[in-house]
């Protein structure tokens, strides 16, 4: 399994590390300089290091049982392989995506036995999340260790965009707020279970499409919690994914320290090199049950474990050292008392340390935009919807370089044809010219995958970029929901605050096309509305659309920007592009419409048709309030709270079907706040709980059209 050269049984003297482990006892007169090329002080250190990570999962499995640690999941057997490679790789510098089982390796970067164990009595000053995330979910701002989530996989693609940004920001060390190395790289790591996730080959796919600086460490212990490797893939993980051209694979022995100190560095020096992203595929071992909720004795046997013990990391260092006569048995068995006495020390100081007040819990689900309203109509002649987007991000690529714009089809064409091609600029045209104007590292178009184009915004953002991914069509953004859900919108609150995730997703929505049908015409931006930390805008008008995009890419956390495709070139949506100070924060509504007898809440398409409803009404003596949300997260509660008051009804329209829509969300908040105001009960019009046919007659009568809305109103005002 080795791709070139056979391991040396010795090599010359490796100097002693400067700084020694507490816990290492002195050098022993005549112990040899080095063991099998490594220093034999930075071994012992290593071995002590080790001897750490281990007391910590077992103190931690004992204050479980008695409920002062409220879960637990074991990094043992992997402590030899995370050693073996923290000593090649640079905190600070490198930037580090790691899954639960790495708790050596994060020892070995430099975090403390106490601040481990403050995460796992759930401490107010874990520095990882305050308390917010269970054990083993790592996160450090200043070591470069990115807060950690727990879908498996899903770390891989934020990490090749980290590594993508390192590539762009070490070219522009100007940019606020932003750091890069030319030779740094960005490590994940992932279980062999994992690797049957989608993400992880997407992100493989980019990674060596890019030939990115990203190195892939696949702990591979035999089973995803009972299942074991032989039912997850029909071959080894390091023999499926040879097909990658660029891709450096190894696969060798974890519990082997030294093996893994010459071929970690092998693969680091290439990462390093720049020439593309390795592959490390590393036999380790499970000692423990894959967490506190699991038993493995219930499927794997004794002679199993056994034999598995036989391969204990810890074990094998220990053997090694003392038959190189760098340690005593005696020393050996003082190092691991010492390291539980240390550890039994960190568990005291962290279970005396600050719980979370629960008063602090919503901080950090957003932050505070700071913004203020300020209206700059312009003085250009009207244009589209969809052409004041395109003006708008050429406005802000033109004064941010920190902004990406990339997805399926944004680009023009290749760089070879520009300058004999009109360009294509995105299905819509909304992003026509971006490429020619600003080049290729700024507009690029992405492998047809969703969850790739998300993923890799978040590692961007990370970074202080300000990405600017496209969903193709609103229809197709599912693919993408674990990366928004789970990642982007959880990054500032799972972190504490440590981390941020400024990103505007645009995704073109809905339907009134003619032709559109189910896979072009849906809505959706409710299930969306449930995610707490995402925001979603939904402007109906081009000033409108200018003026919400750039409050989003103002902001420091996920917008998901809704762009209704009907509304792109109508000739009613229509404005003069607005003056450079246009801005509209986030949950600002507006009245396109005054009145004294209903009000009509709504957004995006149903706006104009709203407008029309109530322009029908007008010969009645009566007067409808249209008011325009423009965003559903946040909205303006006060403005419909202020309107309601004022004409005791309310109808709430919107283009997404009716059950589990945010109109119900409306509703519901209504009886409970305006109750007093209300002289009728709340109504709602919007989509029929189908799915938006390609036959016109039949869209027409799914999605909700200017006489439902006219009749509900009427129906209202009769009440």
């Known amino acids: 399994d080795e791709p070139s050269g056979e391991e040396a049984s010795t090599v010359t003297a490796v100097e002693d590390s400067p700084t020694r482990h507490p816990l290492a006892p002195d050098s022993r007169p005549g112990a040899p300089e080095s063991i099998r090329g490594v220093a034999t ?3 012992v250190d290593d071995f002590c290091l080790a001897s750490v990570s281990r007391a910590i999962d077992d103190r931690e499995i004992n204050l479980q049982k008695q409920s002062r640690v409220f879960f637990q999941i074991s990094g043992a057997g992997h402590e030899a392989l995370l050693l073996g490679l923290a000593r090649h790789l640079r905190p600070g510098h490198d ?195 894959h967490s506190s909720a699991d038993t493995q004795s219930k499927y794997r046997t004794p002679d199993e474990l056994a034999l598995e013990a036989a ?11 003392v038959a190189a006569g760098a340690l005593t048995l005696d020393e050996v068995d003082g190092i691991a008392a010492a390291a539980r006495d240390l550890v039994a020390e960190a568990a005291t100081a962290a279970l005396a340390a600050a719980r979370p007040d629960p008063a602090t819990v919503l901080t950090n689900v957003r932050a505070p935009d700071g913004l203020t309203l300020v209206e700059d109509p312009g003085d250009d002649e009207p244009v589209t919807f969809g052409e004041a987007i395109n003006r708008a991000l050429h406005d802000a690529m033109a004064a941010d370089e920190r902004i990406r714009v990339f997805g ?13 091609l009109e360009g294509k600029g995105g299905v819509f045209g909304t992003t026509h010219g971006l490429q020619r104007e600003f080049g290729q590292a700024r507009c690029y178009n992405t492998p047809l995958a969703e969850a790739n184009i998300i993923g890799r915004a978040v590692g961007q953002a990370i970074r202080g970029l300000r990405p600017v991914p496209e969903i193709q069509f609103h229809d197709y953004i599912w693919p993408a929901t674990q990366q928004l859900k789970s990642e982007a919108a959880t990054i500032r609150w799972r972190s504490n605050g440590a981390f941020t995730c400024p990103m505007v997703v645009r995704v073109p929505i809905g339907g009134y096309l003619t032709g559109g049908a189910i896979w072009h015409s849906q809505c959706g931006e409710s299930i969306f509305a449930h995610v707490p930390g995402l925001a979603v805008a939904f402007p109906s008008r081009a000033a409108d659309a200018v003026g919400l995009l750039r409050a989003a890419l103002a902001g420091e956390d996920p917008v998901l920007f809704c762009e209704h495709k009907h509304l792109l070139r109508q000739p009613y949506a229509k404005d003069p592009y607005p003056g450079p100070d246009h801005l509209i924060p986030l949950g600002r509504g507006v009245i396109r419409r005054p009145g004294r007898d209903l009000t009509i809440v709504t ?104 006489a439902d809305v006219e009749t509900a109103a009427r129906d209202l005002l009769a009440f």
């Not at 944004?410 to 520009?418: G, I, N, P, Q, T």
């Open 408 to 420: 399926e089809d944004v680009a023009d064409a290749r760089e070879a044809l520009l300058a004999e």
């Open 95 to 289: 930037w580090f995506f790691p899954y639960y089982r790495d708790l050596a390796l994060v020892l070995g970067l430099g975090v403390s036995p106490y601040e481990v164990l403050l995460q796992a009595v759930g401490s107010a000053e874990d520095p990882a999340s305050g308390g917010r995330q269970m054990p083993a979910h790592w996160g450090h701002a200043e070591r470069h260790i990115v807060t950690q989530s727990s879908p498996t996989g899903s770390q891989c693609l934020p990490a090749v965009g980290c590594a993508e940004a390192a590539r762009y920001l070490s070219r522009r060390p100007h940019l606020p707020g932003t750091t890069a190395h030319g030779d740094e790289l960005t490590y994940v790591s992932l279980g062999e279970g994992a690797c049957s996730e989608g993400e992880f080959w997407e992100s493989l796919n980019t990674a060596c499409t890019l030939h990115l600086p990203v190195l892939y460490v696949v702990a591979d212990n035999g089973y995803a919690i009972s299942v074991p490797t032989a039912d997850q893939a029909p071959a080894p993980v390091s023999d499926l994914v040879r097909g990658f051209k660029g891709l450096e694979v190894h696969r060798f022995d974890g519990t082997d320290y030294w093996k893994v100190r010459k071929r970690g560095a092998r693969a680091v020096a290439h990462v390093r090199a720049g020439v593309g992203p390795a592959l490390l595929h590393v036999d380790v071992t499970r000692p423990y049950s």
């Open 603 to 706: 957004w995006g398409a149903t706006v104009q048709k709203s407008v029309l409803a109530a322009e029908a009404i007008v010969g009645d003596g009566r007067e409808v309030e249209v008011i325009d949300l423009r965003t559903i997260v946040p909205w303006d509660q006060d403005l419909v709270a202020e309107s309601v008051a004022r004409t005791g009804r309310l109808l709430v329209v919107h283009e997404d079907v009716l059950t589990g829509g945010w109109g119900g969300e409306i509703a519901a908040w209504a009886a409970d706040t305006c109750f007093t105001d209300l002289d009728a009960p709340v109504r709602r019009v919007a989509a029929a709980d189908c799915h938006v046919p390609y036959e016109p007659t039949l869209e027409d009568a799914v999605l909700p059209q200017v």
């Open 311 to 321: 391969h204990d990391p810890l074990r094998r260092m220990a053997e090694t050292l």
């Open 41 to 43: 002080a930075e071994a």
